[in-house]
């Protein structure tokens, strides 16, 4: 059972005052809830774009041919160049 979904319009103004009143704990879960929500709508954004669409899908091609590297191939390869 889906919850039901409800739209505020409240002026910014309203909504910068309401959190200026609220404690340290509930400023910081706003925060932290904040964060999120930015860091999810940027990883959309940064998804629709068509280059990083482009390298997805041709990282997908080289992953289903099998032309890539391991972990463990890079990190030996790596050793082994700066011996």
Known sequence: ?????????IPFESLVNAIASLGF??????WQLLDEEIAQAEEDLFE???TVQAEIQEARDAYQTGNYQTLEE???YRSGKTS
């Open 1 to 9: 059972m889906t919850q039901p979904t409800v739209r505020l319009q």
């Open 25 to 30: 704990e509930e400023k910081r879960r706003l």
């Open 48 to 50: 629709q774009d068509p």
């Open 74 to 76: 890079y990190i030996t």
